[in-house]
């Protein structure tokens, strides 16, 4: 176990550099000391990860690798450190308390305990810890849940190349752990991310990937999920026909699946989510009218999720003023900017951004002078790290 050890330090040390996190590890081994330095170097704020970019061709040889390559890791370690099911529980458990302040106050308000937490208390699990093939996919799949959260956290504060490098990290976890459907969701999340920026066509490539991840896992929310991305991403490439055609395959999986047999983690993802990301769909496409209807029943949510309100209001208000509706377009914006306070997030301010940017050509509207004016001081707010 010592001469484990020390190479895993040695790769530690090798990854060390410029490239942390921004490659896809092919080994149980390498995927521990890359993910454990990346979560080092964030604790310790090195100015690489803080300026890094969001790289399009990050990750995409170990993303072929991951599709073609068998599930033959093999997860077990004798370490002097004992690791077993209430250590897995801990993991679990912070990551859905921290998911679900990330969702009322967003990533800025908990992305550092987070990241403190990966590196002082997951970090020493993997690399000294003691345990079985069992215990050890349990292990994986729950620290590639909490870094997929982190990561998330990075993009809500639109620090993409930080964001990217997590996701990526993520990713080498679940496969590591043969999770097909938690390596399904986090592709999904790095299409999200990928469309969100204007890559559309890495998005959809993304996207697809999850179509077979989630086909492969048999969790329909899933499949669900990542054709509605899927569709998005083609809504942006101008693709008419194909989009409609991801939005009907979504909807046939969603309507088959089980969610009393699905993971806890794919719970967000109900008939308001499908409702949004299908309106976003619309609205790009230029269709307002469908917009309005699909975004109506995306407020038909849970309460808990208050930035996701926050968008799904600014995502009408868009498909209102895309459609001439000004007033009500103007009430569901102040209703926006209401639920925007307090919440730290890079994202929220964009989203502002964009509503100030549709509203701007009505300005002469007192109304709407009002709200833009709003949205200026909403738009300065700081978003914290």
Same mark, same amino acid.
């Given at each position: 176990?010592?001469?484990?050890?020390?190479?895993?330090?040695?790769?530690?040390?090798?990854?060390?550099?410029?490239?942390?996190?921004?490659?896809?590890?092919?080994?149980?081994?390498? *995927? #521990?000391?890359?993910?454990?330095?990346?979560?080092?170097?964030?604790?310790?704020?090195?100015?690489?990860?803080? =300026?890094?970019?969001?790289?399009?061709?990050?990750?995409?040889?170990?993303?072929?690798?991951?599709?073609?390559?068998?599930?033959?890791?093999?997860?077990?370690?004798? *370490?002097?450190?004992? #690791?077993?099911?209430?250590?897995?529980?801990?993991?679990?458990?912070?990551?859905?308390?921290?998911?679900?302040?990330?969702?009322?106050?967003?990533?800025?308000? #908990?992305?550092?305990?987070?990241?403190?937490?990966?590196?002082?208390?997951?970090?020493?699990?993997?690399?000294?810890?003691? &345990?079985?093939?069992?215990?050890?996919?349990?292990?994986?799949?729950?620290?590639? /849940?909490?870094?997929?959260?982190?990561?998330? $956290?990075? &993009?809500?504060?639109?620090?993409?190349?930080?964001?990217?490098? &997590?996701?990526?990290?993520?990713?080498?976890?679940? %496969?590591?752990?043969?999770?097909?459907?938690?390596? *399904?969701?986090?592709?999904?999340?790095?299409?999200?991310?990928?469309?969100?920026?204007?890559?559309?066509?890495?998005?959809?490539?993304?996207?697809?990937?999850?179509?077979?991840?989630?086909?492969?896992?048999? #969790?329909?929310?899933?499949?669900?999920?990542?054709?509605?991305?899927?569709?998005?991403?083609?809504?942006?490439?101008?693709?008419?026909?194909?989009?409609?055609?991801?939005?009907? /395959?979504?909807?046939?999986?969603?309507?088959?699946?089980?969610?009393?047999?699905?993971?806890?983690?794919?719970?967000?993802?109900?008939?308001?989510?499908?409702?949004?990301?299908?309106?976003?769909?619309?609205?790009?496409?230029?269709?307002?009218?469908?917009?309005?209807?699909?975004?109506?029943?995306?407020?038909?949510?849970?309460?808990? &999720?208050?930035?996701?309100? $926050?968008?799904?209001?600014?995502?009408?208000?868009?498909?209102?003023?895309?459609?001439?509706?000004?007033?009500?377009?103007?009430?569901?914006?102040?209703?926006?900017?209401?639920?925007?306070?307090?919440?730290?997030?890079? %994202?929220?301010?964009?989203?502002?951004? =964009?509503?100030?940017?549709?509203?701007?050509?009505?300005?002469?509207?007192?109304?709407?002078?009002?709200?833009?004016?709003?949205?200026?001081?909403?738009?300065?707010?700081?978003?914290?790290?």
């Amino acid at each position: 176990m010592r001469r484990d050890l020390d190479r895993i330090k040695g790769l530690t040390r090798r990854l060390g550099g410029l490239g942390v996190g921004q490659r896809f590890p092919h080994s149980w081994e390498e *995927g #521990v000391a890359s993910v454990t330095a990346l979560w080092r170097a964030d604790v310790e704020r090195r100015r690489f990860l803080l =300026d890094s970019t969001f790289a399009l061709g990050a990750g995409s040889a170990g993303l072929a690798h991951w599709l073609a390559a068998p599930d033959a890791t093999r997860l077990a370690a004798t *370490g002097p450190r004992r #690791v077993g099911a209430s250590d897995v529980a801990a993991i679990r458990e912070v990551t859905r308390s921290f998911g679900e302040l990330d969702n009322r106050f967003g990533g800025g308000s #908990v992305r550092g305990p987070v990241v403190r937490y990966l590196h002082t208390a997951v970090t020493p699990l993997l690399r000294e810890g003691a &345990y079985g093939e069992v215990t050890g996919r349990s292990l994986a799949t729950a620290a590639a /849940e909490l870094t997929r959260l982190a990561g998330w $956290m990075a &993009y809500d504060l639109e620090q993409h190349g930080l964001a990217q490098r &997590y996701l990526i990290q993520a990713l080498g976890l679940a %496969r590591g752990a043969g999770d097909h459907a938690l390596s *399904g969701e986090i592709l999904a999340g790095m299409s999200h991310q990928a469309v969100y920026i204007g890559h559309a066509r890495h998005g959809l490539e993304l996207a697809r990937a999850g179509v077979e991840a989630a086909r492969r896992s048999g #969790v329909l929310t899933l499949l669900a999920e990542t054709r509605v991305l899927e569709a998005h991403a083609l809504a942006l490439l101008g693709d008419r026909a194909g989009c409609g055609n991801a939005l009907h /395959e979504a909807e046939i999986a969603f309507d088959r699946r089980s969610p009393q047999s699905e993971p806890r983690w794919i719970g967000y993802f109900d008939e308001a989510y499908l409702a949004a990301k299908s309106a976003h769909c619309l609205r790009d496409l230029g269709d307002g009218g469908g917009a309005v209807r699909q975004a109506r029943r995306s407020l038909v949510m849970d309460g808990r &999720y208050v930035r996701g309100r $926050m968008f799904n209001l600014a995502l009408l208000a868009s498909a209102l003023i895309q459609e001439g509706e000004l007033e009500e377009a103007c009430q569901v914006a102040s209703s926006a900017l209401d639920v925007a306070e307090g919440i730290q997030s890079a %994202r929220t301010r964009t989203y502002v951004a =964009d509503l100030r940017r549709r509203l701007a050509p009505y300005a002469a509207d007192a109304r709407v002078a009002a709200l833009l004016e709003r949205g200026r001081r909403a738009g300065r707010a700081a978003v914290g790290v």
